[in-house]
């Protein structure tokens, strides 16, 4: 019986063992155990940790592991100051919650929570990665804080900048004619070899740059060498990195960026760029609107100043000179001349500023010839004809404009002043550095350049009208008077010379003359002189000249006016006076035969007008 109770304790004893011994194995894998299943942690792209209510790192997934260097049996307490702000990771190591904290210049937002397996309780943190969420939100921010479009513009190029770590970087926009782009703001490149291009165009077909645009996807270069659409705008550059800005799929621009180093930008920092670009380029559009109607505002306003500064004066050499200082404050030009017809054709200038060549007279004349030359032209031909203005971007690039003229200006525009089909004149700007001409541009150039022609237009014909008054009045006086002094006396010393007199006051002639024609020996012999020097006097009166030579020969011969405007252009010229420049020879008739020359000189070229000529006849 006693070894029955033996047995039976035994038994009892190795149950009650056993049973203890599961109890305890159980709870001590209850306590290892992470609170949810490993795949699923390891799967998820977010990193992952479970700990223990102190920060013991029970479980790290692959992402955890990579990111943070995290491993299991860690103590996240002890690695917490590598978090900003700290106190927010400790936080959510003993509690759930959600907090954002930076790691290594990235921004993670943390989520905290509790699971419990029996009478355990352990936290999971998921960490998601936010930083290009909060870079867009940032950007987002500060982008709708303003529709300066210049601001938003160099907004995004800094932000850009400061993400990826750029050395050099440019933001262009797209030319309505989508085959040109335009620099709106650039960093770290020199002025000649990209800021040039706020002025100038930048092809579509050139570079990495161009060829973003043209297919509309980014292009991420890690050896600049190797990319055959690659063009050096920046020295000793390795890398580069071109996104896109588009609007419904429409490009509207390219975000440049390049670095001096290898593989600089990553697939990362392309992707980053992508969705700036996509906000960038909303920002972009907005600004682009907002800034056009503030320049068509402005441009109206520009336009009425313009209309009504016109307004106050009928004078042309008025008008043509408030017209300049308003053009060339609109359009930003450097300096300018404007030049009209006169009537017999001739372009002169009436107004011109900040041209140090047309302060001395020569270099005038030569700058009016050589606007009379471009006249014949096939480029001055059109211009004229057509309406359609001259322009020379670049004149390095252009060899041959204006030579001689203008060194200082490296870009020129030549506007057609026309009425109806009527050629008033001639606006020429004159810009220091190289600059395009958008349609912008040209929209409120020829605006203005109207607006002139019409003023010079109405100031001409109401001239015209005042001074043809004033001239049939100063004609008939000379012809009472020179009427008088030939009814007065037949001695034809003295009737030579009153003709000589009232040709002077009549016409403002520096010099006249008056020759008699013999038609038995084909001469003429001047017979009275006006304003010569006595030395001259006693070397041409009463000399006589073969009616084949000289001016008055070729008005005996033609038996009609000739005029000339530069007796420096006509072999026919014999000179006089050694400071003539132009010169007016009128035949006298006698029963229709030609007994005599009024001649007509001036220190002025192109002195005489078809009034004057009329006056002389």
Not at 111 to 117: A, E, L, V
Request: charged share 25%; with cysteine.
């Amino acid at each position: 019986m006693a070894w029955l109770v033996v047995a039976i304790l035994a038994v009892l004893t190795f149950a009650l063992g056993f049973w203890l011994s599961r109890v305890f194995y159980r709870v001590e894998k209850e306590e290892e155990r992470p609170p949810v299943e490993k795949i699923l942690l390891e799967s998820i792209e977010e990193g992952a940790v479970v700990v223990k209510p102190g920060g013991e790192a029970l479980f790290v997934n692959r992402k955890a592991r990579e990111t943070f260097g995290f491993y299991p049996g860690q103590s996240l307490i002890e690695v917490s100051h590598s978090f900003s702000p700290r106190e927010t990771l400790l936080r959510l190591l003993t509690s759930e919650g959600i907090g954002e904290v930076t790691f290594r210049g990235r921004v993670y937002e943390i989520t905290s929570y509790k699971r419990s397996s029996g009478e355990s309780v352990y936290l999971t943190l998921i960490f998601h990665d936010v930083t290009e969420s909060r870079i867009i939100e940032e950007l987002d921010r500060e982008l709708t804080s303003t529709l300066d479009y210049e601001r938003v513009v160099n907004l995004i190029l800094d932000r850009a900048m400061e993400l990826t770590g750029a050395d050099a970087g440019v933001i262009m926009r797209l030319a309505p004619d989508g085959q040109n782009l335009f620099v709106l703001a650039y960093r770290g490149y020199p002025y000649e070899t990209m800021g040039i291009y706020t002025q100038i165009p930048w092809p579509i077909e050139r570079g990495i740059i161009g060829k973003t645009a043209r297919t509309g996807e980014s292009l991420l270069v890690y050896d600049v060498t190797e990319e055959p659409a690659y063009v050096e705008a920046f020295p000793s550059v390795r890398s580069e990195l071109a996104v896109p800005l588009k609007v419904r799929e429409k490009v509207v621009g390219v975000l440049n960026l390049e670095s001096t180093r290898l593989a600089a930008f990553t697939p990362e920092h392309r992707r980053l760029l992508e969705k700036m670009g996509e906000h960038a380029a909303i920002a972009l559009e907005n600004a682009r609107l907002y800034e056009e109607e503030r320049r068509r505002a402005l441009e109206t306003q520009t336009l009425l100043s313009h209309a009504r500064a016109l307004a106050s004066s009928l004078d042309v050499e008025s008008i043509a000179s408030t017209a300049l200082e308003h053009i060339l404050s609109a359009l930003n030009a450097d300096a300018g001349a404007l030049l009209v017809f006169d009537q017999l054709g001739r372009l002169q200038i009436v107004a011109h500023r900040n041209i140090p060549e047309f302060l001395d007279e020569e270099s005038r004349r030569s700058g009016e010839e050589l606007i009379r030359r471009m006249q014949t032209t096939p480029g001055g031909y059109r211009m004229l004809s057509t309406g359609e203005p001259l322009f020379i971007e670049d004149r390095e690039k252009r060899r041959g404009a204006f030579p001689g003229l203008f060194p200082w200006a490296r870009s020129a525009a030549m506007f057609p002043m026309k009425v109806g089909e009527t050629n008033i004149g001639v606006l020429g700007l004159l810009w220091k550095e190289p600059r395009s001409f958008p349609p912008e541009t040209l929209s409120l150039a020829r605006a203005l350049v109207d607006q002139t022609a019409i003023a010079l237009q109405n100031a001409r014909l109401y001239g015209l009208t005042d001074r043809q008054l004033r001239l049939q009045v100063e004609e008939l006086a000379a012809l009472t008077r020179l009427t008088q002094e030939l009814s007065s006396t037949l001695d034809l010393e003295t009737i030579f010379q009153a003709i000589c007199d009232e040709a002077v006051r009549a016409t403002g002639a520096d010099y006249v003359d008056v020759a008699l024609v013999d038609w038995n020996t084909r001469t003429y012999t001047i017979k009275a002189l006006k304003g010569f020097s006595p030395e001259l006097e006693e070397v041409f009166k009463d000399k006589s000249f073969s009616i084949d030579e000289g001016i008055h020969g070729k008005a005996a011969r033609l038996g009609q006016t000739v005029l000339v405007g530069d007796v420096r252009e006509d072999r026919d010229y014999i000179q006089g006076a050694p400071d003539t420049l132009s010169e007016l020879a009128v035949p006298i008739y006698y029963e229709d035969q030609i007994v005599g020359i009024i001649n007509l000189e001036s220190r002025t070229l192109n002195a005489f007008t078809l009034s004057l000529i009329h006056i002389s006849e």
